[in-house]
């Protein structure tokens, strides 16, 4: 979970075009999922399909579901048990025989450099298909 700067600012990455919703310049997002892994509930999935003609898409899908759930009775739990980050901790994860379903870096939300680096992640980081679905938690 976490609370960001809205940025305003044309041609940066994650730049929100209706950053004007927001307030004044150097305000921060309303809490709400971030990374390359979030889960909803059955119900919460529901809410959206029937509503989503009229739920407000913003430029960043994680900042869209957060404002869908602002007047929700919703509890946002922030578990990072299936997360690591990328090489190396992803597999020093993996060898103590812990599962990881999403590598992310901190640093720079999400995979740094990720078009330069997503094939060596998924091969250093990859549990194989079958990997969450034979899990025991």
């Not at 430029?59 to 009775?73: A, H, K, Q, T, Y």
């Not at 939300?109 to 250093?124: F, T």
Request: proline share 3%; hydrophobic share 35%.
């Amino acid at each position: 979970m976490k609370s960001g700067p809205v940025l305003a600012h044309k041609g940066v990455r994650y730049h929100e075009p209706e950053h004007w919703k927001f307030g004044e310049e150097g305000n921060k997002y309303f809490r709400h999922a971030t990374g390359q892994l979030y889960a909803i509930s059955k119900d919460l999935a529901t809410y959206i399909s029937i509503n989503q003609n009229v739920l407000h898409k913003y430029v960043n899908e994680d900042v869209s579901l957060g404002s869908w759930f602002i007047g929700l009775d919703v509890e946002h739990i922030d578990d990072r048990k299936l997360c690591c980050g990328t090489p190396p901790d992803c597999e020093w994860k993996a060898q103590a025989g812990n599962i990881c379903v999403a590598s992310f870096d901190w640093t720079c939300s999400g995979i740094c450099r990720s078009a330069d680096r997503i094939k060596e992640v998924h091969r250093r980081c990859g549990e194989g298909e079958d990997a969450l679905w034979n899990a025991s938690f």
